[in-house]
């Protein structure tokens, strides 16, 4: 027979582990008359099972799915499931390792002084606006909403803005945004998201206030596409790349079509 500190000894785990399985039942250790635990051959087994099941990442639910096991389809379909399930983790891996790359190159645009013509497309959930701004029930509800928190790593926030006199910008919206590109490849849900496709976007990069309650004079990316026989088309918007201590550092996009 063998106590808790043996199994501790053997498995290098805390006495707290050995408790918590036996209380959801992935083990069964005996307890005698003074209601001291002990265990056997079969619970070290057992036990040493459960252990190699977590290297591979399984779940305890699924853990009890394969010792309840009464057929070896059974077996089988739990394996399968997480197969999947490791080949998904696989895919978000190498997303979120583009998603850093992307934006480090960004950051090393902005240091550049980079401009340039580009096509976006992406999926946008609304934060805030004009109509609620930050107060009350509807602040931030995309945020707070923890059925899409998984999406949060592949998200961007976005600000749209309206242009007002002497080509200045004013912030009138704000929230997060997925490429279309991450939403097909992960078949996120987009019932509540509003989608927008631009053929053109001419794309800079600006330093705005962290508090974004200041316009944004857009005249010299305006007298350009002027130059360049340009005209723009649809509300320009920024895309946050890095938020320092006091400011943030953005693409600024603004959707334009080439005059006839």
């Known amino acids: 027979m063998y106590t808790s500190k043996d199994l501790q000894k053997i498995f290098r785990i805390g006495r707290e582990t050995i ?3 036996e209380k959801i039942g992935i083990i069964h250790g005996k307890v005698n008359a003074t209601k001291y635990h002990y265990y056997d051959d079969l619970d ?8 190699k099941y977590r290297e591979f990442k399984f779940p305890l639910q699924q853990i009890k799915k ?24 696989i895919r978000i891996d190498e997303i979120l ?3 850093l790359t992307w934006k480090m190159n960004e950051l090393v645009a902005y240091s550049k002084g980079r401009k340039s013509f580009i096509k976006d497309d992406f999926y946008y959930d609304l934060a805030y606006s004009e109509e609620h701004g930050f107060a009350g029930n509807d602040k931030y509800p995309n945020f707070t909403d923890l059925s899409k928190t998984s999406d949060f790593p592949f998200s961007d926030f976005i600000a749209f803005t309206k242009i007002t006199d002497n080509d200045e910008l004013s912030f009138t919206n704000g929230g997060t945004a997925i490429s279309k590109g991450i939403v097909d490849n ?12 631009f053929d053109c976007i001419y794309q800079s990069y600006r330093v705005i206030s962290q508090r974004m309650n200041d316009t944004l ?9 002027n130059k360049l026989h340009y005209q723009i088309c649809n509300c320009p918007y ?12 953005v693409q600024l996009n603004i959707p ?4 006839i």
Do not use: G
């Open 44 to 51: 070290i087994e057992n036990l040493a099972r459960i252990l």
């Open 238 to 249: 920024v895309r946050q790349i890095a938020i320092l201590k006091n400011k943030r550092i």
């Open 66 to 89: 394969l010792r309840s096991a009464n057929h070896i389809s059974d077996f089988q379909f739990v394996l399968t499931n997480q197969i999947k399930h490791l080949k998904s983790e």
């Open 97 to 99: 390792e583009t998603r």
């Open 186 to 197: 992960l078949s996120i849900e987009t019932n509540q998201l509003v989608h927008h496709s």
């Open 19 to 21: 408790r918590y399985y």
């Open 217 to 225: 004079n857009i005249h010299p990316e305006v007298a350009l596409l």
């Open 256 to 259: 334009v079509n080439k005059s």
